[in-house]
């Protein structure tokens, strides 16, 4: 158990829906990630908060967003959903902020994933 | 721009035998390089991380990865596989900016009895 939660589990919707994917960090961690896995396009990077800030944003499509509530559990909003976007989505959460300069590198923790289907 | 191969997207092994899944990157910086198991329907779990303290990377359930500078690689190891190994092994490198993680595509190990 990594201490990463992720609510659902699973999650079956239609297209053209709107979803939100919940995740709840480490106790201490600031930072969370968000990372989407699927077949063709493997584990990539959406979009990186630290302390309720945004600080970093990968290949997340605009109809994607998200945020970080003050109490550092972050939601993931899916939104006009396509059957592309059928996916493993997880969370991940460190301690620190990782940017550019600083050295630490930064393990993060995965949650379990929601695994979303749109039919 | 940093990436990361890994070569064979499956490895098929047999009990006991050496397990050795290739990972190479690119990184123009010092990199900071993890290896990530992910079981059936399961999340992401650290097997161990490079951070330049020592080449020789000692992890869980036995996994060891050795940093090689001049081959631009981080293979990971394990001398005697086991039944519970099968599984999707990922490399992963972290991102000079910010801290994103990018992986490789994956490989996935099964053992045979």
């Known amino acids: 158990d990594s201490g990463v939660t992720q609510t659902p589990k699973h999650l079956i919707t239609a297209t053209g829906q709107r979803v939100t994917l919940r995740c709840s960090p480490r106790?201490?961690?600031?930072?969370v990630y968000w990372y989407q896995q699927s077949l063709d396009q493997g584990l990539q990077f959406l979009i990186q908060?630290?302390?309720?800030?945004?600080?970093a944003k990968g290949n997340i499509l605009e109809r994607f967003s998200a945020q970080q509530f003050p109490d550092l559990h972050s939601e993931l909003n899916l939104s006009s959903l396509e059957l592309g976007d059928s996916a493993l989505y997880f969370c991940?959460?460190?301690?620190?902020?990782?940017?550019?300069?600083?050295?630490?590198?930064?393990?993060?923790?995965f949650g379990p994933g929601t695994r979303l289907t749109v039919l | 721009a940093q990436s990361v191969t890994q070569l064979g997207s499956h490895v098929s092994v047999s009990e006991g035998a050496l397990v050795l899944l290739r990972c190479n990157y690119s990184?123009?910086?010092?990199?900071?390089l993890f290896w990530y198991v992910q079981y059936p329907n399961q999340g992401l779990q650290l097997l161990l991380k490079?951070?330049?303290?020592?080449?020789l990377v000692k992890g869980i359930n036995g996994f060891e990865a050795e940093f090689k500078k001049s081959e631009t690689s981080f293979h990971l190891t394990k001398p005697s596989a086991h039944m519970s190994d099968a599984a999707e092994y990922f490399c992963?490198?972290?991102?000079?900016?910010?801290?994103?993680?990018?992986f490789g595509q994956g490989t996935e190990l099964s053992v045979k009895p």
């Open positions: 490079y951070t330049s303290a020592a080449t």
């Open positions: 992963a490198v972290r991102s000079n900016q910010g801290g994103k993680l990018i």
């Open positions: 991940a959460s460190s301690v620190a902020e990782a940017s550019g300069g600083r050295s630490s590198y930064n393990e993060q923790f």
């Open positions: 106790s201490g961690d600031l930072s």
């Open positions: 908060y630290y302390n309720g800030e945004e600080r």
């Open positions: 990184s123009s910086v010092p990199p900071y």
